[in-house]
């Protein structure tokens, strides 16, 4: 199921956002996204708080390397305030489920948790 209402397309834009090479090299904008009690449970299995994930992937990030893709973007708008999205990432060959809860904020929309769970060809 996916609903295309105006909450889940400012998800959806903000989502890809994330994921613009220019916005993941930036502290300042990478961060502006997440939400203050942001958490992500990554593809490697460690978790991250908000500002540990800022600092490592900002300072890690090769603005050179070839773009996160995304296939199968899917949301659903489950309060006012609260947008789940589930999509397929391929960053260089390494595939990735994921699932994002998003949070309206006074800030606008902010990711609140993340999710990343490693799949190849045949677990798919």
Request: aromatic fraction near 8%; charge should be negative; glycine fraction near 6%.
């Amino acid at each position: 199921m996916s609903d295309r209402t105006p909450a889940v397309e400012a998800a959806i834009e903000a989502e890809l956002r994330l994921l613009d090479p220019d916005v993941r090299v930036s502290p300042e904008l990478f961060g502006a996204l997440l939400h203050p009690e942001f958490t992500e449970f990554g593809a490697s299995g460690t978790r991250w708080d908000r500002a540990s994930i800022v600092r490592v992937l900002t300072a890690s990030e090769d603005p050179g390397a070839a773009p996160v893709t995304t296939s199968r973007m899917r949301g659903v708008q489950l309060a006012d305030d609260l947008v789940h999205l589930t999509f397929d990432t391929d960053s260089g060959g390494r595939r990735a489920h994921r699932s994002s809860l998003w949070r309206r904020t006074d800030s606008g929309w902010q990711l609140w948790f993340h999710q990343a769970t490693p799949f190849s060809d045949a677990a798919e």
